[in-house]
């Protein structure tokens, strides 16, 4: 946790240029989907709800959604930090820059995975979301509502920062599949209706 917390608070201070929109946008997934846990403990025992059993389910994997995005905020902050030290590597010699290079395009695929796995997590969180529409505590309307958005904002965001990885990438075949996981992905980001 204590990684993942760091990477929060350096998306909060503006100064700090380490981390960014990758990592927030994985946090407002986080937050969205700890949103949709509250909703549906909201709602359990409540008169003319689903089964407890209903609820349960959505709050667990919420719940598990949530910390997986927090994580995974701190985990986009490490990709970026290690695209920064693979371009720092010296490039001398010929194998100087063949080691740079190789380790660029690692950097750049794993900052390219970690946001995607992101997204597929928020996008999760969207289907969780849909599931409690019209079977959830009506008190609760407001912070359901605020789910959708931040789950929306975070799927959105992490998918930028698929795209803006990808354009470094030299292998075809990894940005072809990561192309059409991120094209399926952009459709769920738009609101319904």
């Not at 597929?120 to 019209?134: G, H, N």
């Amino acid at each position: 946790m204590d990684e993942a917390l760091t990477a929060f608070l350096r998306v909060l201070d503006p100064a700090d240029n380490s981390t960014g929109g990758g990592t927030a946008s994985a946090v407002a997934g986080a937050m969205a989907a700890a949103l949709v846990s509250m909703v549906a403990r909201l709602s359990l025992g409540k008169p003319g709800m689903e089964s407890e059993s209903f609820y349960r389910e959505i709050s667990l994997q919420a719940e598990d959604l949530s910390r997986r995005l927090y994580q995974g905020g701190a985990a986009d902050s490490q990709a970026f930090e290690a695209i920064r030290e693979a371009y720092r590597l010296p490039k001398t010699t010929p194998e100087d820059k063949k080691r740079r290079l190789e380790a660029i395009q690692e950097a750049t695929l794993r900052a390219a995975r970690i946001p995607l796995e992101n997204a597929e997590a928020c996008q999760t969180v969207l289907s969780l979301q849909l599931r409690l529409q019209e079977r959830f505590n009506p008190n609760a309307a407001s912070d359901l509502e605020c789910a959708a958005y931040l789950a929306r904002a975070g799927l959105s965001g992490c998918l930028a920062n698929v795209e803006i990885n990808l354009r470094s990438l030299k292998e075809p075949s990894v940005v072809a599949e990561f192309s059409a996981r991120v094209h399926l992905l952009r459709k769920a980001a738009v609101p319904e209706g």
